[in-house]
Structure formats: structure tokens, C-alpha cells
């Protein structure tokens, strides 16, 4: 089995982006662009995958995952929301079936 090779980020960048670049260029499968990449750079095909993936995950540019870190506070603060209004509903539901019971001791008493 081959020692694993150390590739840098540049080279790991160059790799994605002239995978994107074939993928523009015209009607090819994203398998096939891996796998001509992969041949004319020399690099293991998962590895190349793995990269692609990483980067996709990661946004591709710094702005873009600048403009998901409102996005991403925006939902964790309408989640905190949704969590308090729901403990809110628990709330009134339990004080309505109390009124309730009330209401119905006092019909039921006259």
C-alpha cells in the first residue's frame, strides 16, 4: 500500500476549482469530471470527492458563509421563541382545564 500523500491547500483549491470549472464548461456527469481531474492531477479520486465535499460545506467564499452567520442567528433566536411560546401554550392549556373543572363544579353545584 502507497504512503499517503500531503497535499497543500493551494493545491487542494487548484483541485476543486478546476473540477467546478469542467463541470461549467458543458454536459458532463460530476463522476466523470472527478475522474478526469483526478487523472490529469494524479490524485486519488475519494480524495478529490472529500475536497469537493469540504468545500461545498464550507460556502466556497468567505462571504458566503458571512452572510449564513445572520441566517444561522436568526434561526437559533426563532427557535428560542418557538420554544418559549410552546412552554406559553402548555401554560394556558393546563389554566383553561382548570377554569374549566371550575366552571363545571359550579354549574354542577347550583
Known amino acids: 500500500m502507497p504512503a499517503p500523500r500531503k497535499y497543500d491547500a493551494e493545491s487542494q483549491a487548484?483541485?476543486?476549482?478546476?473540477?467546478?470549472?469542467?463541470?461549467?464548461?458543458g454536459n458532463i456527469a460530476q463522476t466523470r469530471a472527478r475522474q478526469e481531474i483526478g487523472?490529469?492531477?494524479g490524485i486519488n479520486l475519494g480524495t478529490l470527492r472529500n475536497w469537493i465535499r469540504r468545500e461545498q460545506g464550507e460556502g466556497l467564499t468567505p462571504a458566503a458563509s458571512a452572510s449564513q452567520e445572520p441566517a444561522n442567528e436568526e434561526v437559533a433566536r426563532l427557535r428560542r421563541e418557538n420554544a418559549q411560546l410552546r412552554r406559553a401554550n402548555e401554560i394556558l392549556?393546563?389554566?383553561?382545564?382548570?377554569?374549566?373543572?371550575?366552571?363545571?363544579?359550579r354549574k354542577l353545584g347550583q
Open 14 to 25: 487548484r483541485a476543486v476549482r478546476l473540477y467546478q470549472e469542467r463541470l461549467e464548461q
Open 39 to 41: 487523472e490529469l492531477l
Open 93 to 105: 392549556k393546563t389554566a383553561s382545564a382548570f377554569f374549566a373543572a371550575a366552571e363545571l363544579d
